[in-house]
């Protein structure tokens, strides 16, 4: 019996070894399985938990394939008139019914949404290219550079934007190309402004002084190491410019001073119907409520664009608020028995 327990006892004492043992090399597998996750991969996963950017994303994307497929779904065209059809509600063959003229207003608005992003993406673009490149110049070479741009940055800033638009507008106005680069002359200003400050905060690290040190130009410098580190902000800043455009197109042709006929675009026709909005209040909600919606999409868009690629912008905001509890705990601690 002794023996027995004692061979019995032996065996549990080889075989704990091993069962620890296999659970160790179970927990190093797992170690190394979980890998840290790239900066892309977080800010992607960042990016889906923000409910308002996804709620964007998905809204911009209904509207953009709205517009662009709207022609396939309509029997009528842009500039297709009936007479006899005027003035009429919404229905199954006009879903937002038909100006004073009998053109389909469906079919307008989506071609006029479709004008309005295109100039706003344009705009944006170009603008972004000069923003980028004066931010960049001013930020890395400094002194009397800096001083240039900056004071036209300045420059642009204090006049208010309206009204230079409207002097350009009204002299060069008219086509999509020509509204587009008036826009993007005037809106690059703030891209500058952040290029530039991210530019000075990473211009003197160590792996820009390596690169100088080791005989690489200006603008390789510039154009290799700096400009890859801006992209995140760019891509936030692009984002909420497209909203600021379309809205400053729009008001250029509710002015008469944007897209000219046969060419329409939001704006337009909400100048167009202006003059019924007592009888027929729906032909001016239906482009305006547009407007809004890809405005209100591309703003929560690059909100969640913001918190994804540059998480401590939320962070810092809550610091002072956690600061104060902490000294009010502080505080409660010295004073208290």
Known sequence: MAGTEI???????????????EVADA???????DKPKSFGRLAWERFLNHRLALVGAVGLVVIVLLFFLAPYFSDYGVADRN???????????HPFGTDEIGRDLFVRT???GRYSLQIGLFAAVISTMIGTLLGAVSGYFGRWVDVVVSQLVNLLLIVPA?????????RFGG???????ILAGLLWTRIARVVRGVVLAIKEQEYIMAARAAGASHWRIIFRHLLPNV???????????LGTVIVLESTLSFLGLGVKPPNTSLGTLVRDAKGSIDSDPLRVLMPGIWIVLIVLCVNFLGDG???????????????PVKAESTEANVTQEQVGP
């Open 231 to 241: 992209m995140g902000a760019i891509a936030v800043e692009v984002t909420l410019l």
């Open 110 to 112: 989506a071609a006029g």
């Open 175 to 181: 086509t999509a190309i020509s509204l587009a680069l």
């Open 7 to 21: 061979r019995s006892t032996g065996l549990s004492e080889i075989e704990a070894p091993s069962s620890v043992a």
């Open 83 to 93: 007479v006899r059809d005027r003035l009429l509600g919404p229905s199954w063959d």
């Open 305 to 319: 664009l913001r918190d994804a690629l540059d998480p401590r912008s939320k962070a810092e905001g809550n610091k």
């Open 162 to 170: 309206l009204i230079i638009l409207s002097v350009f507008a009204l």
């Open 27 to 33: 927990a190093d597998l797992e170690g190394l399985s």
